[in-house]
């Protein structure tokens, strides 16, 4: 009891910086610590899905900021699980990435107020974020040429509803930065790179691939035809996107 208040007083007199990295140790060292984050977003995905269904069928009324609280939870867990393994460059690149795809979910929680354009803006840099950890050596060209080809076909898709928009700038250049991201994961996989094991090279890739399906099914919904469960495949898609790119920074 006299060791446990020992270092109860120990820990608390700890400046910041010591104590985030004690509890960064600590979970890193603990079992409990590699699970607890995985399940902290598994039971926030079911949460959040349980609220989209049931607001989108009218069963449920929730204020714009409770939402955003249960949007953000679980991106905010994958945070938490990426801040426990940061040992490269690489890793704190993709954690930066997560935290602006977080201010992304919470500026489009409130885009009917006109902040379409921020989480734009958040996610975009995000994207950057990624594709900058990936890195662009070696370059593989001829691997962004079906992202970029893909990413052409949607934005046509979406040019009758952004012809008159202020937003087709913006959204063209949104296309090309996932659209590199989606490059630069897939060359991840193709080729052998130091940093990154051809498991955790696959779960970017999968990650890539799922995000971009995503953002494809909010233009369709936002800018060409909306349909009812659009939110619903374009937040599944998305969460498995963020699982699948933070992940890489494990390796198992």
């Keep these: 009891d006299l060791t446990l208040r020992r270092s109860l007083c120990q820990f608390l007199r700890m400046k910041t910086g010591e104590m985030a990295a004690f509890i960064q140790a600590f979970l890193q060292?603990?079992?409990?610590?590699?699970?607890?984050?995985?399940?902290?977003?598994?039971?926030?995905?079911?949460?959040?899905?349980?609220?989209l269904i049931k607001v989108t069928w009218g069963k449920l009324v929730v204020t714009q900021k409770q939402y955003a609280v249960v949007k953000v939870m679980p991106i905010v867990a994958l945070m938490l699980w990426a801040w426990m393994s940061l040992a490269k460059d690489y890793d704190n690149i993709i954690m930066c990435g997560l935290f602006f795809s977080a201010l992304g979910d919470l500026f489009l929680v409130w885009q009917?107020?006109?902040?379409?354009?921020?989480?734009m803006i958040a996610f975009g840099i995000a994207h950057i974020l990624y594709f900058y950890g990936m890195g662009f050596e070696p370059?593989?060209?001829?691997?962004?040429?079906?992202?970029?080809?893909?990413?052409?076909?949607?934005?046509s898709l979406l040019w009758p509803g952004l012809r008159h928009s202020k937003l087709k700038v913006p959204v063209a250049v949104y296309e090309g930065l996932i659209a590199t991201m989606g490059w630069r994961a897939t060359v991840l996989y193709l080729e052998e790179v130091d940093f990154l094991s051809l498991d955790a090279a696959l779960r970017c890739f999968?990650?890539?691939?799922?995000?971009?399906?995503?953002?494809?099914?909010?233009?369709?919904?936002?800018?060409?035809?909306?349909f009812k469960s659009a939110h619903l495949i374009i937040m599944l898609t998305y969460y498995a996107g963020q699982l699948g790119i933070a992940s890489s920074i494990k390796e198992w």
């Design 206 to 226: 999968i990650g890539a691939m799922s995000f971009g399906i995503s953002d494809a099914t909010l233009g369709i919904n936002k800018f060409r035809s909306p």
């Design 139 to 155: 370059l593989r060209l001829d691997v962004g040429v079906p992202w970029f080809c893909a990413a052409a076909v949607v934005y």
């Design 29 to 51: 060292q603990s079992p409990m610590g590699f699970t607890l984050p995985i399940w902290a977003f598994t039971f926030s995905c079911v949460l959040y899905f349980n609220v």
């Design 112 to 119: 009917a107020q006109g902040y379409f354009i921020h989480g």
